[in-house]
């Protein structure tokens, strides 16, 4: 059981009271947030939400961090005086922090960036009870927007009152991309077919559009998973529908030479094949993907501008939605949509399968694939129950596949005692950062569709097709909260003050080099990934072009990811120089520039023969017989785009073998 000791409440109490704008009464006698009550429970629910980690490695780390806050030595050392951070004066608390920010020390700019976070999703994230924030008040943002009068309901489940062993044709284990397609296509071929979901099934109703409560039910391990570094934050989807729930709807197959590049890589002759462009198709009709729905939002309209006033190129996206409303409930489509509109595996391929007598267990997560003789015969779970106890579960079936997304997916195949050596390597996160904009006009960065205008200028640095694609996305609490740089409270007052006047260009480095996952000591993943040297240049090459961006539609300021942020107004003659240069003095390594990942690729790679991947061309293992993957982990090399499309593509793919196969 998780808790703090009083010291290091005390801490945690100074902490939050440093890092969050109400400590900036002393310098805003207006009381800008006016935020006391608020910032006292802050410490609260950052501890609320340290005791609900997943992983114990967080945990323990972050106590850690606390005990050499409130460490007399340890101070002195980094010149706060031999105290506690609790006993000094705020001015003196704000210089160790940013000295932590700062650092050349990793493991000090690693533990100031998780505190940052927690404190600052802990409180901007969460309105106080009668359902208000004054940050939100002070940045024009209208929070949770009543609910539409007409519910979307739940998917039609399985429950589980007690312990169970069931049997199935096929049991998959996890219902996001390629879960869903896979439960939904072998439902329809008339296999019997058990979906087991770690999330749970929320309808409309559940969609609170409160950012700290989604983060909890809708995202994958409450959306904490951090690169092992602690320079990345790892979102990830955790619900029935898994990824597709929460995603932004963009919907790109597969770019004609990344399929011939994944062959060549993977040794297969499958992605260029007629039959995988089938596997693509066919999803994307089921997914009714299209550009109808694609009216730009405010920050589309800046950037489309910016982008069309250089002469580069600029593209409607297509997106999976039906009906939408493209208004400002949209925007906050991130925490599910609650009109039914956005076409997720949930409202598409799940709902098809539970309709043709699939059975669907949420809130189960799988722990282990039962192996027998070399042959894989079943899984081993736990069923969560709403009071807390848990069900054991078993599940025995002719075909297992395993679709937990490419951070846990190698996790499960490693407990279960996989051995190939490909497995957890090969791990792609496309990191995202942006180039941040304030405009005179207001933006509203929260409203809108959510994607629907892409650059592919740049995307091809190298002729080896790696770069960046230029997009924008939506901008509530939670993402400034995990990804903006840091300078101090004044700033971040300051700049929530005008969020509702910014706008940005999200950056999506198709990385070439990899990093891997590997199972902790306490059976949970440790994602081993920080950007390198020559993805950093791209980024950094990136970076330029979208300072142009918004300078040329028309911003005031731009400002950078990094900490502390580069900031400049774009005016005058060699304003882009000096920009840079100063944003190099920073750089784009890890915890100087901000990155986060919303795509996992490539933990269990498809490919012609064990020593290039984890599976074969048809998604099954190389060491176990009738065990299949069929999620991004299967993927040879990064998308390059957003990968949904390509990842259900995969799991049909792998789903016609299966059917065959049994
Ligand atoms: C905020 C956000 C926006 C995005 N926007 C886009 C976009 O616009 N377009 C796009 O193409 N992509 C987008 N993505 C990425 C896309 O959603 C994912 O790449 C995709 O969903 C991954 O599919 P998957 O099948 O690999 O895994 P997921 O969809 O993540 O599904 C895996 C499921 O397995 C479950 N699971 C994990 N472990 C277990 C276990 N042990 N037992 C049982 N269940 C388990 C998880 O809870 C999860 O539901 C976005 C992602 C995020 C986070």
Not at 133 to 151: R, S, T
Not at 412 to 419: F, I, K, Q, V
Not at 434 to 443: I, K, L, S, Y
């Amino acid at each position: 059981m998780f808790s703090l000791s009083e010291r290091q409440r005390a801490v945690l109490h100074a902490v939050c009271d440093t890092l969050l704008p109400s400590i900036t009464r002393d310098h805003d006698p207006a009381g800008y947030f006016a935020t006391g009550a608020l910032v006292a429970r802050t410490p609260a629910r950052v501890e609320q939400m340290l005791a609900r980690l997943a992983n114990p490695h967080d945990q323990a780390r972050l106590k850690l961090l606390l005990a050499v806050l409130d460490s007399s030595a340890a101070n002195f050392a980094v010149g706060g005086g031999f105290r506690s951070f609790a006993d000094m004066d705020p001015a003196t608390r704000e210089r160790v922090l940013t000295g932590f920010a700062h650092s050349s020390v990793t493991l000090r700019r690693a533990g100031f960036q998780a505190l940052k976070r927690l404190c600052q999703v802990a409180y901007f994230c969460f309105p106080t009870a009668d359902g208000r924030h004054p940050a939100w008040e002070a940045a024009g943002y209208p929070g949770p927007l009543p609910q539409p009068k007409v519910e979307v309901p739940p998917l039609a489940v399985l429950a589980v009152d007690a312990d169970r062993t069931l049997e199935a044709d096929v049991v998959i284990v996890g219902s996001g991309a390629g879960g869903g397609v896979v439960a939904g296509d072998l439902t329809a071929a008339g296999r019997d077919v058990i979906v087991l979901e770690k999330g749970g099934n929320p309808s409309s109703r559940d969609l609170t559009q409160v950012e700290g409560e989604m983060f909890n039910e809708l995202f994958l391990d409450r959306g904490m998973i951090m690169t092992d570094s602690g320079s990345m934050p790892v979102l990830a989807g955790s619900c029935l529908g898994g990824g597709t729930v929460i995603n932004w709807t963009t919907s790109f197959a597969l770019p004609e030479p990344t399929r011939a590049e994944w062959d060549r890589r993977s040794g297969l002759a499958l992605f260029e094949s007629p039959a995988f462009g089938e596997s693509l198709a066919r999803v994307q009709v089921r997914l009714g993907v299209g550009t109808r729905w694609s009216t730009p939002s405010g920050r589309d309209r800046l950037f489309e501008a910016g982008v069309r006033a250089l002469n580069w190129p600029v593209e409607p996206i297509p997106r999976n939605v039906t009906d939408c409303l493209e208004g400002l409930e949209c925007g906050y489509c991130t925490y599910g949509c609650r009109h039914g509109a956005k076409n997720s595996t949930a409202s598409t391929y799940l709902r098809d399968a539970a309709a043709g007598g699939a059975r669907l267990v949420p809130h189960c997560t799988v722990d282990r694939i039962l192996v027998e003789g070399g042959r894989a015969v079943g899984v081993r779970g736990t069923v969560r129950r709403p009071d807390g106890g848990t069900h054991a579960i078993t599940v025995r079936a002719r075909a297992v596949v395993v679709a937990c997304g490419a951070i846990w997916t190698p996790v499960l195949l490693r407990l279960s005692g996989l051995t190939n050596e490909r497995i957890g390597q090969n791990l792609h996160l496309h990191p995202v950062s942006a180039m941040g904009a304030f405009f005179g006009e207001r933006v509203e960065p929260w409203g809108g569709a959510m994607q629907t205008r892409y650059c592919a200028q740049f995307a091809d640095m190298d002729g080896q097709g790696y770069g960046a694609r230029f997009e924008t996305g939506p901008m509530h609490f939670a993402l400034p909260a995990s990804a903006f740089g840091w300078a101090s409270p004044r700033q971040l007052r300051e700049d929530v003050g005008r969020l509702a006047h910014m706008g940005h260009v999200g950056i999506l480095l198709r990385d070439r080099d990899a990093g891997r996952v590997v199972p902790n000591r306490w059976g949970h993943p440790r994602v081993l990934y920080d950007v390198s040297q020559y993805d950093a240049a791209h980024m950094r090459r990136a970076l330029e072009a979208s300072a142009r961006i918004m300078a040329a539609a028309g911003a005031e300021e731009l400002f950078t990811l990094q900490t502390p942020p580069t900031r400049c107004r774009p005016e005058g003659t060699g304003w882009l120089d000096r920009f840079m240069a100063q944003a190099d003095a920073t750089g784009y390594r890890r915890l100087r520039m901000s990155y986060v990942s919303f795509h996992q690729m490539g933990t269990a790679a498809m490919a012609a023969g064990p020593g290039r991947g984890a599976v074969d061309g048809e998604g099954q293992s190389f060491d176990v017989k009738g065990l299949y993957v069929a999620d991004g982990s299967t993927f040879p090399a990064p998308s390059g785009v957003n990968p949904m499309i390509t990842i259900m593509a995969v799991a049909d793919h792998v789903a016609g073998a299966i059917h065959t196969a049994l």
